[in-house]
């Protein structure tokens, strides 16, 4: 049977999977992406997600930027080299951006906010 810490690691690694399923690269030649301190050389996205490390002290990995179009939204991964390096990378955002997807966010985020704003 397995133990508390083994079900946590796994729920864990799940969630962490999750955050990150579905992200693809901006640019198809980011990959191979080498950590200039170290040399490890990481050969996709995938492995690149998978073989670093979160950001210390919980703060997420990951952040929405505008693409230098002003216009695309991306998202930035940060991520930890196993030496210690931050490396990042940019992703094509997720989000549904058509009419409806962006007026579901809203409706989201007004039904979200606190009574008395």
């Known amino acids: 049977m397995p ?6 690691d796994l729920v ?15 640019e198809l030649t980011a990959y191979p992406k080498k950590c200039s301190n170290c040399g490890r050389i ?29 216009y695309t939204v991306i998202v930035e991964a940060f991520r930890n080299c196993r030496c210690g390096s931050t490396l990042m990378d940019n992703y094509c955002c997720r989000r549904d951006q058509s009419p409806e997807g962006i007026g579901r966010r809203a409706r989201f985020e007004q039904q979200t ?3 008395d704003q």
Do not use: C
Not at 3 to 8: H, P
Not at 12 to 26: D, F, I, Q
Not at 42 to 69: C, K, V
């Open 113 to 115: 906010k606190p009574e």
């Open 42 to 70: 990481y050969e996709t996205a995938e492995q690149f997600l998978n073989d670093t490390l979160d950001m210390p002290r919980g703060n997420s990995s990951l952040r929405a930027d505008i693409d230098d179009d002003g």
């Open 12 to 26: 864990w690694w799940l969630m962490m999977k999750n955050e990150y399923a579905g992200l693809k690269p901006v």
């Open 3 to 8: 133990n508390a810490k083994s079900i946590l």
